[in-house]
């Protein structure tokens, strides 16, 4: 079974903090996504990375930045968060790149104050 | 890029009857994903759609798809309280899949 973990399930931070959001995939999966899920908004994809070094913006990727220096971790970092921020945020891998379904994490809730 | 767009958006239902959940997508698309998220937990997956004329059952949900008309369904028979969740379905627009805003099923005694 594929597993994708997220390094929190609740977290709290503060204005301005610099936050890490991990995420670690165990299938060996090229592609790998951050969203972010909004009420009345749904899904809204943050970045993507499809290898190691590669990322691509996606619809909502201002405020925030992503690294991924192994294949099976993908980062997302908030610089400066802001309450703005606050959400639930789920990260995401897949095999082939548009293609294979997307295998998702247990999520991160996160609130800034 | 593919939109989809999925309706309703709520649905109270009583516990045995049926209903159909409708998902309609902006561009041509070969391949559609149906998944389900219980309140606070994570997306699962439920059925992957590859081709025109698809269709998957499991348990009382069944999904079809039809691309020609752009449009997949996802039938509830026989409803009961445990498929009371919300039900995303998503189509590839290039790298990323993009969602539809979600059906919130709520089944009621």
């Known amino acids: 079974d594929v597993k994708v973990t997220q390094s929190s399930r609740y977290l709290v931070k503060r204005t301005g903090e610099k936050v890490f959001l991990e995420c670690v995939q165990d299938m060996d999966h090229e592609n790998m996504f951050w969203y972010r899920q909004d009420p009345g908004l749904g899904l809204r994809l943050i970045y993507f990375?499809?290898?190691?070094?590669?990322?691509e913006k996606g619809d909502i990727p201002e405020g925030y930045s992503v690294s991924r220096e192994k294949k099976e971790r993908f980062s997302l970092i908030l610089e400066s968060a802001s309450t703005n921020q606050t959400s639930m945020y789920l990260c995401?891998?897949?095999?082939?790149?548009?293609?294979?379904?997307?295998?998702f994490g247990p999520g991160t809730r996160l609130t800034v104050t | 890029e593919l939109k989809v767009e999925q309706n309703p958006l709520f649905l109270s239902m009583q516990e045995g009857k049926n209903y159909t959940i409708y998902c309609n997508y902006s561009t041509t698309s070969d391949r559609l994903y149906w998944y389900r998220q219980d309140p606070g937990k994570s997306l699962e997956s439920l059925f992957v759609l590859l081709s025109n004329g698809a269709v998957k059952q499991e348990g009382r949900l069944m999904a079809s798809l039809d691309t020609k008309a752009r449009l997949s369904t996802l039938h509830i028979t026989a409803a009961v309280h445990d498929l009371s969740a919300t039900y995303f379905c998503a189509g590839y627009s290039g790298y990323a899949l993009n969602f539809g805003k979600g059906t919130s099923l709520l089944v009621t005694p």
């Open positions: 990375s499809y290898d190691v070094k590669m990322k």
């Open positions: 995401a891998s897949s095999d082939s790149a548009g293609v294979d379904e997307q295998y």
